[in-house]
């Protein structure tokens, strides 16, 4: 007769850091650190919550069910406490973790895990600083364990799923989007001088970078485009919709109405 697999959260070996909760927080356990799974295996077992186990570095063997896994950092790896799983290693190096236990299952529906199953995300490197952040809040608050605390845990587990979302996904802001955006944000703002460092500001680009994303969109640099569309927006408003030059020129941010007059006529 197989023996039974237990259902308990595995603390790591003495020295290690984590935390167990008690009472009715929604946190049952916390983990971080760098572990070595060759040398102290995280046995066969069912968590009693949902477990996020953020691989930040190195490589384990992740026995799920009937499967084996070998998974290398930064991977996220989210396990339902009805599937029973275990780590151990091949590599002989210290890898580095961390870990959320929760009472009940991801609220994103987007995080779903079925009853007894598993998630397996792979993350962008440059994510993981915010996972870090989240955990050590985490710390923090069970800390201070004042009135407000379940409430707080709460909000910090909505805020790592939303984290551990981004950062398996790409980049939000494609080429296209971006070019919207500043194409928007050039045409909200033709009466400014100095265009390209505000931008800059706006996009989160370098003058540098900026450079090369206007080179490639429009074959013009940064301050080439915005004259441009300064110039179509100015003969808009003269021959289109009757403006006066000195009107139109004082609208636009040119130092003088002769500065818009040579510009019509070229």
């Known amino acids: 007769m197989p023996k039974?697999?237990?259902?308990?959260?595995?603390?790591?070996?003495?020295?290690?850091?984590?935390?167990?909760?008690?009472?009715?927080?929604?946190?049952?356990?916390?983990?971080?650190?760098?572990?070595?799974?060759?040398?102290?295996?995280?046995?066969f077992h069912y968590d009693r919550g949902t477990n996020y186990f953020i691989l930040m570095s190195g490589e384990i063997v992740l026995s799920l069910g009937k499967e084996t896994r070998t998974v290398r950092g930064s991977t996220a790896i989210l396990i339902d406490s009805d599937c029973p799983f275990g780590i151990t290693q091949d590599q002989l190096e210290n890898v580095s973790i961390l870990v959320w236990v929760w009472k009940d299952r991801p609220q994103l529906p987007e995080l779903h895990i079925s009853e007894g199953g598993y998630l397996l995300l792979e993350m962008k490197t440059a994510s993981l600083d915010a996972l870090k952040d989240i955990h050590t809040r985490c710390r923090k608050e069970i800390a201070m364990s004042d009135s407000v605390l379940p409430s707080t845990l709460n909000a910090l587990r909505q805020l790592l799923e939303v984290e551990i979302l981004r950062a398996s996904r790409p980049a939000a802001v494609t080429g296209d989007l971006r070019w919207e955006l500043a194409h928007s944000w050039m045409m909200n703002n033709l009466s400014i001088h100095t265009p390209v460092p505000s931008l800059c500001d706006y996009l989160g680009m370098s003058p540098s970078a900026l450079h090369r994303f206007f080179r490639s969109q429009a074959e013009l640099s940064p301050g080439a485009y915005f004259r441009k569309?300064?110039?179509?927006?100015?003969?808009?408003l003269v021959h289109t919709e009757g403006w006066q030059v000195k009107a139109a020129a004082y609208h636009l941010g040119y130092r003088h109405p002769n500065d818009l007059s040579r510009a019509l006529k070229e």
């Open 229 to 236: 569309l300064k110039w179509q927006e100015a003969r808009r």
């Open 4 to 43: 039974p697999i237990s259902k308990v959260t595995v603390h790591p070996p003495p020295g290690r850091p984590s935390w167990g909760g008690k009472g009715n927080l929604p946190l049952i356990y916390l983990g971080w650190g760098r572990r070595d799974f060759g040398k102290s295996p995280l046995p």
